[in-house]
């Protein structure tokens, strides 16, 4: 479909059937749909309010229940999918699909008619998109939130007739009060394009990819783990990774291996970075760029007996207090050794007493009018060793600045993510009481819990970054209310 095309799509005599599903799950592969709401207008008319339930043919979770309404109850001698498809195909043809969040359910359909061999082929447009494209002064673009924005009545909230109408009411007010040519040049902006994905991959993985940011991992043959990635926005980052257009040889080579995509999604960028850290160091995927040194980063520690010297100690043999005297992290030991070695010079240091350098007498550089002399008695080793921690105090590793174990709410667009994090360690990420609590209660000895430099030097650009934390210590066993 060019621009014209989308453009006429969009017009407003142009059929339109607004939609909403409820499901019992996130996953259009795994899950099914438990109700259908559709609202058809033609040519600027309401022709038809439409819903039904749907036996899912599988258990409706209590969280779902809970939700909606819906109950395995309820939806017992209810009509399976396969009983409908028929009925439902033709209420969407010849129509512009619209719905909010529009992949979600326009990815659930295309799963259920492909269950029954036909195939769903019709223009989408995504609310969330256009609301977004209209609205950019608002952060938060959810139904509830266009909801209260524009003042819409929802006599069904989480009910699929119910919230196809708050999008038929939606549609109207946009009509009314947006300027024509700036409304179909948004709804040109929000429809849903066609994925050039690799063959090999199943066709509808393209409505099932997501909007929101998050981390994906790309599998090959007999599920290799091949690659590990983070994006801002799921789908177009994965769609440009393995699209033929593709520029990288890495990713051309993606493209010809992989076989299956997952994918988890976060409230923003903090909780994709921390997944992704978790994701590459528990996985070794082969397309990631490995560690020089498997066994771990390194940092350097002055010694505490006077001596002068300091150390390279390997961050995997430190404890969590041990970590305040250190400074700097390394990939290797010869970095670490390199990084003192220059940090000598630029501060008129010993290299011998360093013990970077192995001398008889005094060292090179204090031949050289370089050193002050603290290999020779010239300098005292208190006052070197005072200068040593003075030229290294730009690498000391920071304190962790808060009492012992928190949660650390991140706000995302429509989400909020608490990420569970002790002394640096990044334990995981809740969305309910039951996760964070099971998270929470991890055992402090746990060798995942040990010092991680990725999670560091993200944890430490998040905080620099963010003077405004929401974080709450683990003390209290209730912390999402």
């Known amino acids: 479909m060019d621009a014209a095309d989308i453009e006429s799509a969009a017009a407003p005599a142009q059929n339109l059937v607004f939609v909403d599903l409820e499901t019992n799950g996130a996953s259009p592969a795994q899950h099914r749909i438990i109700e259908v ?3 058809r207008v033609e040519n600027g008319v309401l022709v038809e309010q439409w819903s039904t339930l749907v036996n899912p043919e599988s258990a409706i979770p209590p969280y779902i229940e809970a939700f909606t309404g819906i109950s395995n109850e309820m939806v017992k001698d209810a009509p399976r999918f396969a009983d409908i498809a028929a009925d439902v195909f033709g209420k969407l043809s010849d129509a512009v699909f619209v719905a909010h969040n529009a992949r979600f359910d326009h990815g659930f359909l295309h799963r259920e008619f492909l269950r ?3 195939s769903l082929s019709v223009p989408v ?3 969330v998109k256009l609301s977004r494209r209209l609205f950019p002064q608002y952060v938060r673009h959810n139904l509830d939130a266009i909801i209260e924005r524009h003042g819409i009545n929802c006599s069904a909230r989480h009910r699929a007739l119910g919230d196809a109408l708050v999008l038929h009411e939606l549609w109207q007010q946009l009509e009314a009060q947006v300027e024509p040519q700036r409304l179909a040049a948004a709804v040109a902006q929000s429809m849903l394009g066609v994925a050039n994905l690799p063959p090999q ?6 409505d099932e990819l997501p909007e929101n940011p998050g981390v994906y991992r790309f599998f090959g043959a007999d599920d290799a783990l091949l690659f590990v990635g983070r994006a801002n926005a799921l789908r177009a980052r994965i769609i440009a990774q393995l699209g033929p257009q593709s520029a990288s040889p890495r990713d051309r080579a993606l493209r010809l291996e992989v076989r299956r995509v997952d994918w988890c999604e976060t409230a923003g960028e903090l909780g994709s970075l921390l997944r992704e850290a978790q994701l590459i160091r528990e996985g070794k995927p082969r397309y990631n760029r490995r560690r020089k040194d498997e066994t771990g980063s390194v940092t350097l520690r002055p010694r505490a007996d006077g001596s002068g010297r300091v150390d390279t100690s390997r961050l995997d043999d430190l404890e969590a207090h041990e970590l305040e005297e250190c400074f700097g992290i390394f990939r290797t030991e010869k970095d670490a050794v390199k990084a003192l070695r220059e940090l000598g010079r630029a501060h008129a240091l010993c290299l011998k007493v360093l013990k970077v350098e192995e001398a008889e007498g005094s060292c090179l550089a204090f031949s050289m009018g370089k050193c002050r002399g603290a290999c020779v008695g010239k300098e005292p ?5 005072v200068r040593a921690r003075m030229a290294l105090s730009a690498l000391k590793i920071k304190r962790w600045p808060f009492p012992a174990r928190i949660a650390l709410r991140e706000h995302g667009r429509d989400s909020v993510d608490i990420h569970v994090l002790d002394r640096w360690a990044y334990l995981g990420t809740a969305r309910s009481e039951q996760e964070l609590a099971q998270i929470a209660s991890r055992d402090p000895a746990d060798g995942a819990l040990a010092f991680d430099a990725d999670v ?6 998040y905080f ?3 003077g405004k934390l929401d974080w709450q210590a683990l003390r209290e066993p ?3 209310t």
Do not use: F, W
Not at 201 to 206: F, R
Not at 456 to 461: C, E, M, N, Q
């Open 125 to 127: 447009l995504c609310t």
């Open 464 to 466: 620099s970054n963010h």
């Open 201 to 206: 991959l199943p066709p509808e993985l393209a």
């Open 478 to 480: 209730t912390l999402l």
């Open 37 to 39: 709401g559709l609202v």
């Open 381 to 385: 080793l208190v006052l070197h060793d």
């Open 116 to 118: 029954v061999n036909m």
């Open 456 to 461: 560091y030097k993200i944890l430490v650009r």
